[in-house]
Nanobody, 128 residues
Framework: QVQLVESGGGLVQAGGSLRLSCAAS????????MGWFRQAPGKEREFVAAINWRLGSTYYADSVKGRFTISRDRAKNTVYLQMNSLKPEDTAVYYCAADHDRRYSTGSYYEEEKYRIWGQGTQVTVSS
């Protein structure tokens, strides 16, 4: 069973950058899809970005395109979310999620219910 641990959250001023990490343990995730979701206070959890580990294909929410980049490090079994030009509306708890890539088609990486493995979350706060 895969376990996920996020890190890298914190407090940053608007316009700044943060890099989140999601370390996978328990087994290799070479045949998995991994995604980032976020949940702001009083709002539903929403998709941010995803990557197909095997293919390297990436997917982004419109709200973060051009500002956020998802990537993977095979040697470290870790996925990263580089967040640039942060805005106060990016403030949320960010969650890493994963599941076997056979569960996905092109349009389904955005769907929260496709991911059965979740991390505990890491807080990102962007001040104005």
């Amino acid at each position: 069973q895969v376990q996920l641990v996020e890190s890298g959250g914190g407090l940053v001023q608007a316009g700044g950058s943060l890099r989140l990490s999601c370390a996978a343990s328990g087994r290799t995730v070479s045949s998995y899809a991994m995604g980032w979701f976020r949940q702001a206070p009083g709002k539903e959890r929403e998709f941010v970005a995803a990557i197909n580990w095997r293919l390297g294909s990436t997917y982004y929410a419109d709200s973060v395109k051009g500002r956020f980049t998802i990537s993977r490090d095979r040697a470290k079994n870790t996925v990263y979310l580089q967040m640039n030009s942060l805005k106060p509306e990016d403030t949320a708890v960010y969650y890493c999620a994963a599941d076997h890539d056979r569960r996905y088609s092109t349009g389904s990486y955005y769907e929260e219910e496709k991911y059965r493995i979740w991390g505990q979350g890491t807080q990102v706060t962007v001040s104005s």
